[in-house]
Structure formats: structure tokens, C-alpha cells
């Protein structure tokens, strides 16, 4: 009995040596962070539409040197950029990098910041920002059209921030698309976007009473989780659409002022008319 114990305790023993050599030599990590103060951003809150934002960055190897540090950031689609990828070699590095508030107003942007080791290993911190807007008066337009999809050379759909009618070309820029599809015998009276616009139902008392960017964000902020990807419209119908494109001020309230049917078979020319407010680029 005496030379089991003595061969469990040497096994014990054992294993207990090898477990704290395994915690000794791991790998070590990196170390990143943000530096507060002189303006920089350095944790979550609100940042203006288009404004210049600057981050102070500090990163340490946890080897004899650093790789690389990547700043990504996450957009409101899903998608992700990548906003810096600088090589380094020194062991300490503390830098500052200043961008252009990425997102659209209404947006939560994530940012990641990552310090990459000589040795394979990384480190990350994050923070997100949401994206506001600066007061400012917005544009009218009036009289716009957008045809039924089915008719033929017509404008079948609008860019809001150009103020642009589209009768072909890539879905990038299409804010409002009409959604009738090839084949139908009616024109469906529908909108959708070809880019993820967003659409919210507001009252007319609403629109003419968005004159300015910060109304118009205190409608998303109120809003915007009951907004859909299409809408069926109506005469007189008012709606918030948040633009799908890569914009500072991506809002705009659009009032529909006329449906014109047309009730002849084979006649597609059908159209919506509309009146819209929002920041106009050109």
C-alpha cells in the first residue's frame, strides 16, 4: 500500500509540475488602448455627421515588437471598412489618427481598434458612436416622379441625396424604388429601395413641421424601430425614409401629392408624385 501512495503522489506531483509550465510559457498578449483628454474620443457617446474625429491610441507587445494595428469599423448594413493598417516595429507605440465621423445620421458605428504581436498574438478594444446631426435648415424639392418598374424609359426610381431620378443603372444609389414587379397586370403602389432605405409613416403635421436636421433626427430617434423596408402609398401619405446611401445626413420626409392610375391595359406609365425635404448635396 505504501508504494502506491509513493507512485500516486509522485503522479500527482508530476502533473502538477507540467500544469504550471504549461501556464509559464504562454504566449504573451499585447496591450491596447485609448487615451482620454485634448479632445480625443476615447469611449462610447454621440458624434457630429461628418465631423473629424481623432483617437489617441496606445498599444505595447507583449514580445519584442508589435506587428500591426488595424482600426475596422462595423456600418448600420452590416458591412465592415477598414480605416487604418499601419506597420510597426518598436515594442511601444502611441499615436494619434483622425478620421471623418464615419455612418449617417442615426447610425451606431462600432469601432474596433486591434494591436497585432510579432508573435501571432492580438489584443482588442471597442467603442461605438452615434452619429448626430448638426442643425442646420433642410432643402425643398417638389414635383418629383417615380414610374411604375414596368413601364418603358421611364424613371423608375429616385436618389434623395442628389435629388436624382434613375431610370437605370445600379441599385447602389436608388433611395426610393418602385417595387411593381415584370409581368404584373397592376401597378402595385408599392416602394421599396435597391440600397436598404428604410421607411417610417409619419402624419403631415410632421412634415411641415421638419424644417430643420434635428427635427428630423428626433423623428428617427422616435420612430425608426417600426420602420420598414416597404411601404404601400396612398395620396397625402407622409413618410421618413432613412437612405441606404453612405451620407452624413441621411434622412428625409417625403410627402406623396398625387397617384396618377392609369387604367388603360398595357398602359404602364403610372406614377407616384411626391414633394420631399432633406439635405441636398448638389
Known amino acids: 500500500m505504501k508504494l502506491k501512495q509513493i507512485i500516486f503522489s509522485l503522479s500527482v506531483a508530476s502533473l502538477a509540475f507540467l500544469t504550471s509550465c504549461g501556464e509559464d510559457s504562454s504566449t504573451p498578449k499585447p496591450t491596447i488602448s485609448l487615451n482620454a483628454g485634448g479632445g480625443y474620443v476615447s469611449k462610447d457617446g454621440d458624434v457630429n455627421a461628418g465631423s473629424l474625429i481623432t483617437f489617441n491610441i496606445s498599444a505595447n507587445a507583449g ?3 508589435l506587428k500591426n494595428i488595424v482600426i475596422t469599423c462595423a456600418m448600420s448594413n452590416g458591412s465592415v471598412k477598414t480605416l487604418l493598417d499601419t506597420s510597426l516595429t518598436a515594442k511601444s507605440n502611441t499615436f494619434t489618427k483622425t478620421i471623418v465621423a464615419q455612418g449617417s445620421v442615426g447610425d451606431a458605428i462600432a469601432y474596433t481598434f486591434t494591436a497585432n504581436d510579432a508573435n501571432g498574438q492580438s489584443a482588442s478594444t471597442k467603442i461605438t458612436t452615434t452619429v448626430i446631426p448638426i442643425e442646420t435648415a433642410l432643402d425643398g424639392v417638389s414635383g418629383q416622379q417615380i ?14 441625396p442628389l435629388s436624382t431620378a434613375i ?26 429601395s435597391g440600397n436598404g432605405s428604410k421607411f417610417v409613416k409619419i402624419t403631415a403635421n410632421d412634415y411641415n413641421n421638419a424644417e430643420g436636421t434635428g427635427y428630423v433626427y428626433n423623428l428617427w430617434k422616435a ?6 423596408d416597404q411601404v404601400t402609398l396612398a395620396d397625402g401619405d407622409c413618410y421618413l425614409v432613412k437612405s441606404g446611401q ?20 398595357g398602359n404602364n406609365n403610372d406614377y407616384a408624385q411626391f414633394d420631399y425635404k432633406g439635405i441636398i448635396l448638389q
Open 167 to 192: 431610370t437605370t443603372g445600379a441599385n447602389g444609389v436608388k433611395d426610393i424604388l418602385d417595387k411593381t414587379t415584370s409581368g404584373s397586370s397592376q401597378w402595385t403602389k408599392v416602394w421599396g
Open 147 to 160: 414610374y411604375n418598374a414596368t413601364s418603358v424609359a421611364m424613371p423608375i426610381a429616385y436618389n434623395l
Open 223 to 228: 420612430y425608426g424601430s417600426t420602420a420598414k
Open 63 to 65: 514580445s519584442d515588437a
Open 246 to 265: 453612405d451620407v452624413p445626413f441621411g434622412l428625409f420626409v417625403v410627402k406623396i401629392t398625387a397617384l396618377v392610375d392609369l387604367p388603360a391595359a
